[in-house]
């Protein structure tokens, strides 16, 4: 779904198309360009090249040892990864060049008191990926038991995070916003 926001250049009569990643997209944006996303247990990955000129978001659904059906489905961390990598590489860019925001994975249902909630798991094996692929993470705002709406306009250091039905430790790693 694409919307149109307000350009940064304001009263400039510019409009700048936005891209809103539903559950298991993947896209890439070019400097200047906007990516947003809702997160709740699931994880988005942004990955940008050190000086912002290009960026891939995905919204990861799943993520474990369960592969899906379909090689395709982007729903799931693997594929999601490497649809991500594929972008990046075809615009001439190493993605483990690339510097990382990891964002959600939050525990939708606190009052289950689950051991092991769904959005831990689909962080754990987002670090462990970003590990593994020798990619650094340059920032974060994950766990608690909030939503969190993204929007990230390439070209800038951090994404724009609000979140809601926001808890006592969202707010402490969100920094009170």
Same mark, same amino acid.
């Given at each position: &779904? /694409?919307? !149109?926001? @307000?350009? $940064? &250049?304001? #009263?400039?009569?510019?409009?700048? !198309? %936005? +891209?809103?990643? *539903? @559950?298991?997209?993947? %896209?890439?944006?070019?400097?200047? /360009? +906007?990516l947003e996303t809702l997160l709740g247990s699931c994880?988005?990955?942004?990955?940008?090249? $050190? =000086? *912002? !000129?290009?960026?891939a978001m995905c919204h990861i659904v799943h993520a474990g040892r369960r592969e899906p059906a379909d090689p395709r489905d982007t729903s799931h961390a693997g594929p999601a990864m490497k649809? &991500?990598?594929a972008l990046l590489r075809s615009h001439g860019f190493a993605p483990e060049m690339c510097e990382a925001w990891i964002l #959600?994975? #939050?525990? &939708?249902? $606190? /009052? =289950?008191?689950?051991?092991y909630p769904v959005g831990h798991a689909n962080l754990d094996w987002v670090y462990q990926f970003l590990h593994r692929e020798g990619i650094e993470v340059v920032g974060e705002a994950v766990g608690g038991s909030c939503y969190r709406r993204i929007g990230w306009t390439i070209g800038s250091d951090a994404p724009d995070? !609000? %979140?809601?039905?926001?808890?006592? =430790?969202?707010?402490? /790693?969100?920094g009170g916003h």
């Open positions: &779904m /694409e919307t !149109t926001l @307000p350009s $940064p &250049m304001a #009263g400039s009569g510019i409009a700048m !198309t %936005a +891209r809103f990643l *539903h @559950p298991g997209d993947v %896209a890439l944006a070019l400097r200047g /360009e +906007r994880v988005a990955v942004l990955l940008s090249d $050190p =000086q *912002h !000129t290009i960026g649809a &991500m990598f #959600g994975g #939050g525990n &939708m249902f $606190p /009052e =289950q008191d689950l051991i995070i !609000t %979140a809601c039905g926001i808890d006592s =430790q969202a707010a402490s /790693e969100l």
